[in-house]
């Protein structure tokens, strides 16, 4: 199997187009939204070639997708659903929001575990809900006194309230345990809140963890779960998901107005499919190469820059960086991308508990997350000419002068 993950920077900065590479000026070199610097699935390729070939572009039929989805389900993690029962949405955000409008009204609460996905709070706020935080713990997993305190607060005054779970949990890349789930699931019921389960980066779990879905849990069957190929295996570009409900939700499913799902792709749908079907060897080859960088990232961290909290993540491709000791304050994000001109995510917008920290995306080729950490050491330890010193046989051609 070939690499996934060794498309240097020249290519990356003449051939992507995309919002990760034009953001920002040439100079700065990004790691921050969640997209990879990979290879293309060929699966992919030559399913979307060959239906662009044929005129295959209409609109969308679900069915295979949803079959697609339900075969990998039960063969990586044993989880059986009714592809019959399964509905698509245009992406997993807006398959939430969907759900969110027939769980709760005008004002009432969202519960999220923060620091979270920095696009769950716009998209609360944004129709009309109101967001309620649940922190995780220090050693970032569920915090069930957290979790008790924010489910009273969301429903006091016989208010509706849903929980947004994040599984595996974007930025801290925890895969939650079953039995943290099954503890989940049971303070839910007791306060009457409705969980709906973001599992996107689900097939992106490393070497040393286990995925549990969150509707094979006891108390998991009143959940609506939303899916999609797109992080996995890169294609943020081909909008799909699919909205899975528990052996308990079809009423949330009823209630969503079909043209809620007129908003998919028909390609995407044919290219999730073929990444599901037929693309399984690739996607363990980057699961390797990612278990790879976050080890190389962790031993670099530990030389260079040991005043930086680093866990490896159990999932994602997505590195939590606690900076609180750099002297950076609250969002060193903004600072470094002005001095070691490298583009992270900024830590507080993933909310509250997001303060001092930042994201790093690593899911790139391994030269050019060294140039990544060339800059984040350089930046970190107050040095101009540092930030460009790469790392031994790291070619700095392809990076353009510092401002």
Known sequence: MERVLDVSLDELRSTRTSVKWRRWPQDVVPAWVAEMDARPCPAVVEAVTAAMTRGDTGYTWVQPYAEAASTFAKDRWGWS?????????????????????????????????????????????????????????????????????????????????????????????????????????????????????????????????????????????????????????????????????????????RAIPEVATHGASHVAAIAHTAALTDGCAWLDELVRELDENRHHLARRLAAQAPGVAYRPPEATYLAWLDLRASGLGDDPAAALVRSARVGLSSGPEFGTQGRGFARLNFATAPEVLDIVLDRLVGGLSGGEGAALRPASGVSTSAIPPSR
Do not use: Q
């Open 81 to 253: 659903f009714d592809p019959a029962r399964v509905r698509s949405a245009p992406d997993v955000m807006i398959g939430i929001l969907d759900v969110l409008r027939v769980l709760t009204g005008a004002g009432d609460a969202v519960v999220v575990s923060s620091p979270v996905y920095n696009a769950f709070y716009g998209f609360i706020e944004g129709y009309g809900r109101r967001v309620v935080e649940a922190p995780l713990d220090e050693s970032f997993r569920l915090d069930p006194a957290a979790l008790d305190r924010a489910f009273g607060e969301a429903t006091r005054e016989g208010r509706r309230a849903a929980y947004l779970l994040c599984n595996p949990h974007n930025p801290t890349g925890t895969v939650h345990t079953a039995a943290e789930l099954t503890a989940l699931a049971a303070l839910a019921h007791d306060h009457g809140v409705r969980v709906v389960a973001d599992e996107i980066h689900a097939p992106l779990v490393l070497p040393g963890a286990t995925f549990t879905p969150y509707a094979t849990v006891p108390g998991g069957e009143r959940a609506v779960t939303l899916f999609s190929a797109s992080k996995a295996w890169n294609l943020a570009g081909l909008k799909c998901a699919l909205a899975i409900p528990g052996g308990e939700a079809d009423d949330v499913m």
